[in-house]
């Protein structure tokens, strides 16, 4: 009797095992490593020392062809008007699954003018909101005390794409631990001088899409993420040479990456996928379970006929015993 409740017990067991590793959504590779694109911003502007109450004459935003950072002048006929400017940018990053494992990320702009000698610049989480049509100066969201990356941009090349490692501030907003403001990004000494700025294509430029500010993510998911392109320009895109920069002791370590330039602003949130070798699995278990639940009722049959059999020869034995 006790080995058929222990049985009993086995073929329940894997019937429940077969149940839960059906319903089970895993991946049977484990984590997959996906490079996710985000491109355009969703905001950038840069501000100026120089003007401290206003934007721009030339646009409410300030230029549209271009975002500054560096130490800059104006020269009006026998003086020079000295100023100090600020890059404020931000990026969409609901894209990325909240269940994702962020390994790293990489905040890059084209630059197409560089300054004229070797200059440090640094990037900095923004702790509150700003408007890009209406930030200036005065008006400055505040910054992290402290520097999140800081690279070295050199006279050449001229044109090349920048990129300042943020991936502990990206962590900071996909965990919610503090909201996504973006980042400001200024030259490391601010000082009057000339030549010491460095000139990046905004998001609203007329260049090719390819061209515009993105956000390099590298993560670990369940699944590849596969990029949804956004509308391009119909440019023939021609090859992008990147710089490497050198990083200062306050920054991560590591080299500047580079990416294909693909592009995308939203990646479609499927439900999870089953793993196919599961089901699999399941089904082994469940013809496992059914195969003992046969021999079971077959070794019970077998008992009851034995059993049958000697009750049968018992009282035959019995009934001739009576005869005699």
């Keep these: 009797m006790a080995v058929s409740v222990r049985i009993k017990r086995y073929i329940l067991g894997l019937l429940v095992l077969a149940l839960i590793l059906r319903q089970t959504p895993l991946d049977s590779g484990g984590a997959v490593e ?12 840069y501000v100026n020392s120089m003007y401290l109450h206003t934007k721009y004459s030339e646009d409410p935003h300030g230029y549209l062809w271009a975002i500054f950072a560096g130490n800059m002048y104006v020269e009006y006929d026998s003086y020079k008007l000295y100023g100090n400017s600020r890059i404020y940018i ?10 994702a494992k962020i ?21 900095y989480r923004v702790l509150s909101d700003w408007d890009q049509y209406q930030t200036i100066w005065r008006t400055q969201p505040p910054s992290a005390g402290a520097s999140t990356a800081t690279v070295t941009i050199n006279p050449t090349p001229k044109e090349t794409w920048v990129c300042w490692d943020i991936t502990n501030d990206l962590k900071i907003w996909h965990s919610k631990a503090a909201r996504n403001y973006g980042t400001m990004i200024k030259i490391k000494h601010e000082m009057n001088a ?46 992008i040479e990147t710089q490497t920069y050198t990083h200062s002791p306050n920054s991560s370590a590591g080299t500047i990456p580079t990416a294909p330039d693909k592009t995308s602003t939203q990646t479609p949130q499927k439900k999870p996928e089953q793993n196919p070798v599961l089901p699999i699995m399941a089904v082994i278990l469940m013809v496992t379970a059914i195969a003992g639940g046969a021999i079971l009722a077959l070794r019970k049959n077998l008992r009851s006929n034995v059993h049958s059999k ?6 035959r034995h019995k009934g001739g015993s009576k005869g005699k």
Excluded at 310 to 315: D, E, P, S, Y
């Design 34 to 45: 996906s490079t996710l694109i985000i491109q355009p911003s969703v905001g950038d502007t």
């Design 90 to 99: 931000k990026f969409n990053i609901t894209s990325i699954p909240q269940d």
């Design 103 to 123: 390994l790293s990320a990489n905040m890059c702009l084209y630059m197409y003018d560089p300054p004229k000698s070797s200059q440090e610049f640094e990037a």
């Design 194 to 239: 000339s030549d010491q700025v460095a000139s990046f294509y905004p998001r609203e430029g007329s260049q090719p899409q390819r061209l515009k500010p993105k956000l390099l993510v590298n993560v670990d998911w369940y699944r590849e993420i596969t990029p949804t392109p956004t509308q391009t320009s119909s440019q023939t895109p021609s090859p």
């Design 310 to 315: 000697k009750i049968g020869v018992a009282r």
